[in-house]
């Protein structure tokens, strides 16, 4: 950014600031005041009858356990992190209990592990699948769980033995879904570890087997390889993914790949009214500043201001969308650099690694990217974008 | 991060696009401005946390009007009044005003905004906030408080599962040891007439006899004579500083104010027409006996009640003693070089103790008075 368009820049986010300042009274009853989050679930009156029966049964295992199940599903299809909140609220009887029951243990994992207590939940989760007394139900989805975690954390190697298991013995009397999902699993692993025309040809099987909801991840883990082989296909696989889900990953996700390939035009219409998720937002800006649209210094500032409210209370949840903003809106490479950092010392997902390749580079400093590299030589990881290494993407063939 | 699959278990329950958070959990925000006995609040809660919780949204469908939200308002606000409360120590406090309903827009959605004023009947000291909004229903809920009080303002997120948290009558207190250092340097670099007492006893130190026109001092008398004066200053008050802060002696801090301003008068009258020559350490003493009272008033302004004492005392007395060196370290070499000159004797010991003289008797009349001289 030159120094007239810092200059302009901040005269509008002073005006933002100084525009949300006074609070003000509607002169009219009709005004639309708020839109509520899109209820995809329904009427909130359930919610607010179950919480209330809850209250006055605290100790109810079961109807707590129903009702942190019914918020978090709802957490994903709405992507609102209050609903995450609220199922941790049900939980929190148990919320310390070295004890707690089977199914409340699953549900704190998962809760632990959406505020990044990545070892808290994979201690919660290994004592699920130690309790012999658990149902196996359980422990499978415990099983499938604890590879998700693995998988975040670059633990590549333990989250494929995990995925074997859920196809073993132990599990061999569930629903075909249990072996579906543990190939499913193993096959985006192998996609991850350097055996990406293997990892394909299984995947292409499984999406021929799946069920529409499964459909859409197998659509996306396809997308992502493509994506990292450079394949254009990579565009074909998000569409059918977002056709059966339209999620805030998903879009996030395809959004990337649009702007890597200057498609800024194509963003625009495809995040239209999805800015109340902040990777989208971010997304827009991306896009708007792409395009040369003046539109880029609002969508700006009301992310600047999200992300000091996020600060504000404390959250660092938002890292990885912080690096990216600074790195793609506020041109503050050695910001990002060190966010692009901290965020890989916590999670190794694929936009992690690229993150930092990004930032050390803008940055000039290229030897920051270093722990990226060695992963690479560690786990056999390629990616096309990266531009790091000779591609590898035969490294699991003959 | 991924959601991963749900495998059609009962359970049915995946990774939740767990990090892909949409935005920031919930937040309400809560400042508290107090000034003497009024104290001013404004809570902000979002409209969809309210609607949660108590059905704002009349009709269902998805949209909540100005009308639904004006005809909740007193359940908004009792839910507010019950989740919550400011306590102001030992004060009975009431509510003389209440904001008209309003909204406000923050970087997530519009707020209902709650004002009001609360006056108590005496100066309000020490809070505490008591917060549980929404603790029955969102773990994640935080309230973002800030307190104003004069130009400090102080910052602090509330959870709801641990909620009661006191502010001290200085909110911006340190917590820390060297905090402590640190408010002890800034105290008496800003504590003229501390400063002003110690110039006064200092400038004929460098001198031979306490007599007009006096013959310049070889330096070892000189340094001897602002070692025994300095040593005297800082054992008194240290001993004094430590008896008020453990609450030994409390002498009013009316007469101790007083008797600081007039020490000064009298150190510097002192070098105008010398009475005391020998021995002026034990003068220095007395009267640093009763500077240490002021130090120790000083402490206590930064809200040390119920908390460890040492560690603030030692802290804060270490810094009165570091900034007391820089003083003598800046002042000695300066008055050494120009200790034979004649701006020296008549313009600075002259002079300048007339000036404090006067200065010093200004703030005696007004301490002891209790009036506003110089306003």
Known sequence: MNLVQHIVFLVLTTAAAAATAAPFTPTDDTQVVETLPRRLTGSAAPQRALRAQLQRTPGDVTLAVRAAREAIARARLEGDPRELGAAQAALAPWWNDAHAPAAVRLLRATLRQSQHDFSAALADLQALLDDRSAAPALQAQAELTRAGVLQVLGRWAEAAAGCERLAGARYATLDANVRWAAQACGAELMSLRGQADAAESRLAALARDAEPGDAAWIALIRAELAERRGDARAQAHYRTALQARADVYTLAAYADWLLAARRARDVLPLLEGRDAADALLLRQAMAYRQLGDARAAAATAALRERFAAARARGDTLHQREEALFALHLEDDAAKALALARAQWAQQKEPADALLLVQAARAAKQEAAADPVRQFMRETGYADARLGLVAQRFAAGQP | ?375
Request: charged share 15%; hydrophobic share 55%; with cysteine.
């Open chain 2, 1 to 375: 991060m991924r959601w991963l699959c749900s495998i059609a278990l009962s359970i049915a329950l995946s990774l939740a696009a767990a990090s892909s958070h949409a935005h920031k959990a919930s937040d309400a925000y809560w400042t508290v401005e107090v000034a003497g006995e009024r104290l001013t609040q404004r809570l902000d809660i979002a409209l969809r946390d309210l609607d949660r919780e108590i059905a704002v949204d009349a009709n269902e469908d998805g949209q909540l009007a100005w009308g639904e939200v004006r005809s909740r308002w007193p359940a908004i606000e009792s839910l507010a009044a019950a989740g919550a409360r400011v306590q102001a120590d030992g004060r009975a406090c009431t509510v003389t005003e209440r904001g008209a309903p309003a909204l406000d827009e923050h970087s997530d959605g519009r707020y209902a905004v709650m004002r009001q004023t609360l006056v108590c009947d005496g100066p309000v000291a020490d809070l505490t906030l008591h917060y549980t909004l929404f603790a029955a229903s969102d773990a994640t809920h935080r309230g973002v408080v800030r307190l104003v009080r004069g130009d400090a303002t102080h910052s602090a997120v509330l959870d709801p599962s641990a909620p009661a948290q006191r502010f001290g009558s200085d909110a911006a207190a340190p917590r820390t040891f060297f905090g402590f250092v640190g408010e002890g340097v800034h105290h008496i670099l800003i504590g003229t007439d501390h400063i002003l007492f110690l110039l006064a006893l200092l400038l004929p130190a460098v001198l031979a006899v306490r007599r007009t026109p006096a013959p310049p001092a070889s330096p070892g008398s000189a340094l001897l004579d602002v070692l025994r004066i300095v040593t005297a200053f800082t054992v008194a008050h240290s001993i004094t500083l430590a008896l008020a802060v453990f609450e030994v002696i409390s002498p009013p801090s009316r007469w101790i104010e007083s008797v600081i301003a007039a020490s000064v008068v009298l150190a510097a009258l002192n070098n105008l027409r010398p009475v005391i020559t020998r021995q002026r350490w034990v003068v220095t003493f007395a009267f640093g006996l009763v500077h240490g009272f002021g130090f120790a008033g000083a402490l206590k302004d930064l809200g040390l009640a119920g908390g460890s004492l040492a560690a603030p005392l030692l802290g804060f007395n270490l810094g009165v003693e570091l900034g007391q060196l820089a003083i003598v370290a800046l002042f000695l070499p300066l008055a050494w070089a120009l200790r034979s000159t004649v701006l020296y004797r008549r313009v600075l010991l002259q002079g300048g103790s007339v000036a404090v003289a006067l200065v010093a008797l200004v703030w005696l009349v007004e301490r002891a008075f209790d009036l506003s001289l110089m306003a």
